[in-house]
């Protein structure tokens, strides 16, 4: 079975740092981009950071760019995402996905796979 189990949400204050997990199983992985997206009561979901597992490129969005840092263990089949600078309007459930388009990885509808989310509440 497919699996992305997503962890390292939690409560921070403003300005503090946050490592979430992703631990990847049932799929070939270096076949896949892997990261995350969000979604915070009442909005829409939306892609936050990808990276290839196959050529280490990372995508980011802008409204993260210089705060988030994309990471992959390829021996362990583990994502991380390391948020810094956090802001209250981080605040969002956090979903791990896999998508076999890298370019696309941003992008909810051309997600293959979704995992369960994990809270991440920043408070000013």
């Known amino acids: 079975d497919v699996q992305l189990q997503a962890s390292g949400g939690g409560l921070v204050q403003a300005g503090g740092s946050l490592r979430l997990s992703c631990a990847a199983s049932?799929?070939?992985?270096?076949?896949?981009?892997i990261g995350w997206f969000r979604q915070a009561p009442g909005k829409d979901r939306e892609g936050v950071s990808c990276?290839?597992?196959?050529?280490?490129?990372?995508y980011y969005a802008d409204s993260v760019k210089g705060r988030f840092t994309i990471s992959s263990d390829n021996a362990t089949n583990t994502v991380y995402l390391q948020m810094n600078s956090l802001k209250p309007e981080d605040t969002a459930v956090y979903y791990c996905?896999?998508?076999?388009?890298?370019?696309?990885?941003?992008?909810?509808?051309?997600?293959?796979?979704w995992g369960q989310g994990t809270q991440v509440t920043v408070s000013s």
């Open positions: 996905a896999a998508n076999q388009i890298a370019t696309l990885c941003l992008i909810g509808p051309f997600i293959t796979y």
């Open positions: 049932g799929f070939t992985f270096d076949d896949f981009a």
């Open positions: 990276i290839s597992s196959s050529d280490g490129s990372t």
